[in-house]
């Protein structure tokens, strides 16, 4: 199972442009990268997910790496809003290997 | 659209009884997932069901039951509860195992 480590806590200031690491060295052939944002009290809700290069959306954009053992979550322009705990997760094509670590979490001040 | 629906929202429950958590999605989604949250923790796999009719152990499976009813339900049972089984269950659905998952908003329990 593909192991993810990330930090446990970034701050950012309003504005600015937040890039999230995670590192994931044992990813196999067939895993993709997934991550998700929590708030408090809530299920955690998707974000972006990518298997290699670059992958944009409207919210984030996920830069893979040619040899695939990180991945950085780039949040253009974050807002108070964007606090929030962020978790990567690596996974097979069988879905079944999710694993969730502790996730970063992001703070944002004004 | 509702989504994910977990119910109870909260619960409170003494050492030894049992408890069935609900969820319930309506999207057709075909895989279903029960995870726990402790403070500070990610959140780890209880139960999975990749499809109706089945359904396979996680990380964590020791002390729970689960049941794929149908294509929209899969409830999570306590036969016994412990206090290490406090925790907040999330509920989760995709269309297939390889696609994000939606997540319901919890069951935040309690085991005095």
């Known amino acids: 199972l593909a192991k993810t480590t990330q930090p446990i806590s970034m701050d950012s200031y309003e504005g600015q442009e937040v890039n999230i690491t995670c590192s994931h060295n044992?990813?196999?052939?067939?895993?993709?990268i997934t991550w998700y944002q929590q708030f408090p009290s809530q299920g955690p809700r998707f974000i972006i997910q990518g298997y290699k290069t670059k992958v944009t959306n409207e919210v984030a954009s996920l830069f893979i790496p040619a040899d695939r053992k990180s991945s950085t979550l780039s949040l253009p322009r974050v807002s108070l809003s964007d606090t929030a705990v962020y978790y990567c997760?690596?996974?097979?094509?069988?879905?079944?290997?999710?694993?969730f670590g502790k996730g970063t979490t992001l703070s944002v001040s004004s | 659209n509702a989504g994910v629906t977990q119910t109870p929202k909260f619960q409170v429950l003494k050492t030894g009884q049992s408890m069935t958590l609900q969820c319930a999605q309506d999207?057709?989604?075909?895989?279903m997932y029960w995870y726990r949250q402790d403070p500070g923790m990610g959140l780890r796999l209880i139960y999975y069901?990749?499809?109706?009719?089945?359904?396979d152990k996680g990380e964590v499976p020791n002390g729970y039951n689960v049941s794929r009813l149908n294509k929209r339900e899969f409830s999570l049972r306590l036969e016994s509860a412990a206090p290490s089984q406090t925790s907040v269950y999330f509920c989760a659905s995709t269309r297939q195992s390889n696609q994000p998952q939606h997540f319901g908003d919890g069951t935040r329990l309690s085991i005095l």
């Open positions: 069901s990749a499809s109706e009719g089945t359904t």
């Open positions: 044992n990813i196999a052939t067939n895993d993709y």
């Open positions: 999207m057709n989604h075909n895989s």
């Open positions: 997760l690596v996974g097979d094509i069988a879905g079944t290997a999710l694993i």
